[in-house]
């Protein structure tokens, strides 16, 4: 059975509240394209809404995919100044991640993903401050 618009509207909602940007605007796509093409003010009104929610999905889709790539660089950035042993900008790269680290990333593996982050600046930090007494 093919859902309704109704039902694929409600689907891409709760893909919404979870932040599943991807999922929810195709889920608004679908809706889209099978809301009837009829010309009266409720359809386009809908029509428009369901566009506006897709568009803006993409754009946190976009958004979120950027935000985990600066955390991945510099993290990498930061990795390699430990390694040369510059320990004050290692700490300040690595804090640095954990600002932009995704907020809306929740669950174990993240919040032990952002505690590593937390960390390893904290540590670095205190290796520099101990270099310079």
């Given at each position: 059975?093919?859902p309704?618009?109704?039902?694929?509207?409600?689907?891409?909602?709760?893909?919404?509240?979870?932040?599943?940007?991807?999922?929810?605007?195709?889920l608004?796509?679908?809706?889209?394209?099978?809301?009837?093409?009829?010309?009266?003010?409720?359809?386009?009104?809908?029509?428009?809404?369901?566009?506006?929610?897709?568009?803006f999905?993409r754009?946190?889709?976009?958004?979120?995919?950027?935000?985990?790539?600066?955390?991945?660089?510099?993290?990498?950035?930061?990795?390699?100044?430990?390694?040369?042993?510059?320990?004050?900008?290692?700490?300040?790269?690595?804090?640095?991640?954990?600002?932009?680290?995704?907020?809306?990333?929740?669950?174990?593996?993240?919040?032990?993903?952002?505690?590593?982050?937390?960390?390893?600046?904290?540590?670095?930090?205190?290796?520099?401050?101990?270099?310079?007494?």
């Amino acid at each position: 059975m093919i859902p309704s618009s109704d039902e694929l509207r409600k689907a891409a909602d709760k893909a919404e509240k979870e932040q599943d940007w991807s999922t929810a605007a195709d889920l608004y796509r679908q809706a889209l394209e099978i809301l009837p093409k009829t010309r009266t003010l409720r359809h386009r009104r809908e029509r428009l809404r369901l566009q506006q929610r897709e568009t803006f999905c993409r754009l946190q889709a976009k958004r979120q995919m950027q935000q985990q790539k600066n955390t991945a660089q510099l993290s990498e950035e930061a990795r390699a100044a430990a390694e040369q042993l510059q320990w004050q900008l290692a700490a300040d790269l690595y804090q640095q991640a954990l600002d932009v680290f995704p907020s809306f990333l929740t669950g174990e593996l993240y919040d032990r993903h952002r505690q590593q982050l937390a960390d390893k600046a904290s540590r670095f930090r205190r290796q520099a401050q101990e270099d310079k007494e």
